[in-house]
């Protein structure tokens, strides 16, 4: 027989389909049974933090038998997504500290006791362990530390060994010194000579906590002894695990036992070259080693010591170990102090920034470069950084140059800015190429693009002008035009604040009549509504007046744009156009700002007519310069647009007053012929675009969207 394809997907939909009536607590109750389908139940699961919130002890009610259910039968996602709800429930505080012990208490105790996956017990020991701080005692006691004894027999598996060793460390740092000891801790240290290497190696994360919970004199005579021999242990993973331990054991012993008893075989574990496993594992913690250690050691030289031993990990042949050292250089900076970089660390990281053996290390240094700046300091910087920036801008790994970019982005430029005018300039004038250099490797990484071209607008506290007028601001002339969306939007911010540092009148000139003839009155669509785009940060950073005196006409037109999207971009800065209007001679200005505000209100595409009344209030409210009715608001607006436009003046002092004059009377005639061939017929023209739009609208937009 042929069996019909419909029936079949009928019967799947049935089995998904839900009385659309119910509450979300009846939708999770059914969501919960054992023949809801997988994907319900995960997504009840999912819901639980945000339908105790919501619902509270209702939802307890109704919901903790079901949810035990399932934890009960569920396979290891669903177990792990349990676990990870409890989690939120637990950390964001959604219910009351006995209401955990209700619900969230025993799904944990039961998924620990009956489960032998390693992943799920592994997120339900992270449950516990957030647990126990808000547990009673008494429940610790009689719940939480017979679960972790019970585990601990010595003939239980090894599995359950080392929960219980989870289980006690966790419960020493929130229970009484004399109930641990009475209870537990004899216990505790017996598993630290357990026959598996895995027990043996999980007390090692539990030194700590131990030492904290019994006090120093307690933990010099039972757990030190304890520590050094799982220093010493015939397993390399129990004394990796070891020293990790006995690093963290330094600040819970009298210092005497750790100076006469842990220097020594901690000394002597790092310093040992044999295993490339060991070397890894020092290097990741030797920055804490240095730390704990050098305040014990007597004398500068044994402390450099420990600084030639990183040096010679940093050029081993390991590349996992070089790029280890990597990403422990300022940790081991920090603990010996900038005053050392130069002679004994400074060759160790440029040599790690050139690895020829892998681009791991490189990348790594890349990454650390900001953090690495701000513990050496600005005038360390510019001497010892500079060269390792420049050449992981140029480095031939994308990745690399990538992170790189990042870190420049990240506002490291600010740590070569040092006092001395000269030496900074150099140190400046050293790095822009390089950045440029990679910025044209980024390739169809538009983010990085975006956040490199984002970062230009910091470039005038540290780059000359002349530099930015030659170097950077072409780029953002390119991103401006072929950038996707965000980068465009970046680029339009940064020129903005390039072209407000700009000193030479004649190049601020170029750049606004660029930006007026390429994207103001440019042909594509895409470039208009660029230009709205950066008349909008002019607007926010520029006096009234140079707007006014670059950028006033191609914005009026804007408004009467062919394209729907541009005059809706435009229609949202009437109420800035107006603050800009100075009262008397700008009340033709004001007179066509009125005029378009009412044309758009009634445009033919319903989101550009929509957009004008949505401004239409503000911009009733909003008031012009130099008005009759000045509020406090207004006199402090006039004041900040006179202090933008004496800085304007001050900034462009530096051009020849017979050449700044010339050009400033070639962009009043310019603006002039605009003018005079615009005005008359504005009214005629923004007939004829509104006609026109209906026919752009359907295309325009949906091409103007996808590129947006």
Not at 370 to 380: D, F, H, N, V, W
Not at 404 to 413: D, E, K
Request: hydrophobic content about 40%.
């Amino acid at each position: 027989r042929r069996s019909n394809p419909r029936s079949g997907s009928e019967a799947e939909m049935a089995r998904f389909t839900v009385d659309e009536e119910l509450s979300e607590l009846e939708r999770a109750a059914l969501y919960l049974r054992p023949e809801a389908p997988a994907l319900q139940t995960a997504h009840a699961l999912g819901a639980l933090p945000s339908l105790l919130r919501d619902s509270g002890r209702e939802a307890i009610e109704q919901l903790a038998g079901p949810v035990h259910d399932v934890l009960v039968r569920a396979e290891t996602s669903a177990q792990c997504l349990l676990a990870e709800s409890c989690v939120n429930i637990v950390e964001g505080r959604i219910v009351s500290d006995s209401e955990l012990e209700e619900l969230v208490l025993p799904l944990a105790l039961t998924a620990i006791n009956n489960t032998r996956d390693t992943e799920v017990v592994e997120a339900w020991l992270w449950v516990l362990s957030l647990l126990i701080p808000r547990l009673s005692a008494e429940t610790l006691r009689t719940r939480v530390v017979d679960l972790g004894l019970s585990k601990g027999e010595v003939d239980e598996t090894v599995q359950s060994r080392v929960v219980c060793c989870h289980v006690l460390g966790a419960l020493c740092l929130h229970m009484p010194k004399a109930e641990v000891e009475r209870r537990f801790f004899e216990k505790a240290i017996a598993l630290c000579q357990d026959t598996d290497y895995e027990v043996r190696s999980c007390m090692c994360g539990q030194l700590e906590a131990m030492a904290r919970a019994v006090g120093p004199e307690v933990a010099k005579e039972k757990v030190l002894p304890e520590a050094l021999e799982l220093l010493q242990d015939e397993e390399e993973r129990v004394r990796q695990a070891a020293f990790k331990g006995v690093l963290a054991l330094v600040d819970h012993l009298p210092s005497e036992a750790v100076l006469y008893s842990l220097v020594g075989p901690l000394r002597s574990y790092a310093l040992d070259l044999e295993d490339v496993s060991r070397q890894r594992c020092v290097a990741a913690h030797f920055g804490v080693l240095i730390r704990k250690l050098n305040p014990l050691l007597e004398g500068e030289e044994a402390q450099l010591v420990l600084l030639e031993h990183f040096k010679e990990l940093c050029a081993g042949a390991d590349e996992q170990l070089r790029e280890t050292c990597a990403g422990a250089f300022t940790a081991v900076l920090a603990a010996a102090g900038p005053r050392k970089y130069a002679m004994h660390l400074h060759a160790s990281f440029s040599s790690l920034c050139a690895d020829p053996g892998s681009a791991q290390p490189r990348l790594k240094c890349a990454q650390i470069l900001p953090e690495l700046a701000r513990s050496l300091g600005k005038e360390r910087s510019a001497i010892y950084l500079k060269d390792p920036l420049v050449a992981l801008l140029q480095d031939g790994e994308p990745a690399v140059r990538a992170a790189a970019i990042r870190s420049v982005s990240s506002g490291m430029l600010g740590q070569f800015c040092i006092s001395a005018q000269a030496e900074r300039d150099a140190v400046y004038a050293e790095i822009l190429p390089a950045i440029i250099s990679a910025e044209t490797g980024i390739g169809r990484d538009w983010r990085l693009l975006a956040e490199l071209v984002k970062g230009f607008a910091t470039y005038p506290a540290y780059f000359t002008p002349e530099a930015l007028h030659d170097s950077v601001v072409p780029l953002t002339f390119r991103h401006m035009t072929y950038g996707v969306t965000p980068v465009r939007s970046a680029a339009c911010a940064s020129l903005s604040a390039i072209l407000r540092a700009t000193k030479r009148y004649s190049h601020r000139v170029e750049i606004c009549q660029r930006v007026s003839r390429d994207f103001g009155r440019g042909r594509s669509y895409v470039h208009r509504a660029t230009f709205v785009s950066f008349v909008r940060h002019i607007l926010d950073q520029y006096s009234t007046k140079f707007f006014r005196d670059h950028f006033l006409e191609p914005t009026l037109d804007a408004l009467s744009d062919d394209v729907a999207n541009v005059r809706m971009q435009a229609c949202l800065l009437l109420p800035a156009l107006k603050r800009t209007v100075r009262l008397p001679e700008g009340a033709h200005t004001l007179e066509r700002l009125t005029k378009n505000l009412k044309q758009l209100a009634s445009d033919a595409d319903a989101d550009v007519a929509a957009a004008a009344r949505s401004v239409a209030e503000q911009f009733k409210q909003t008031t012009t310069l130099g008005g009759l009715k000045k509020d406090s608001l207004d006199a402090e607006a006039e004041a900040e647009d006179s202090r933008r436009e004496m800085e304007e003046q001050i900034a462009t002092r530096e051009e020849p007053p017979e050449h700044r004059r010339r050009l400033s009377d070639s962009v009043a005639s310019s603006q002039h012929r605009k003018a005079r061939t615009s005005e008359p017929g504005d009214s005629i023209r923004a007939g004829a675009r509104a006609a026109r739009s209906s026919l752009y609208t359907s295309t325009s937009r949906s091409s103007f969207d996808r590129s947006h």
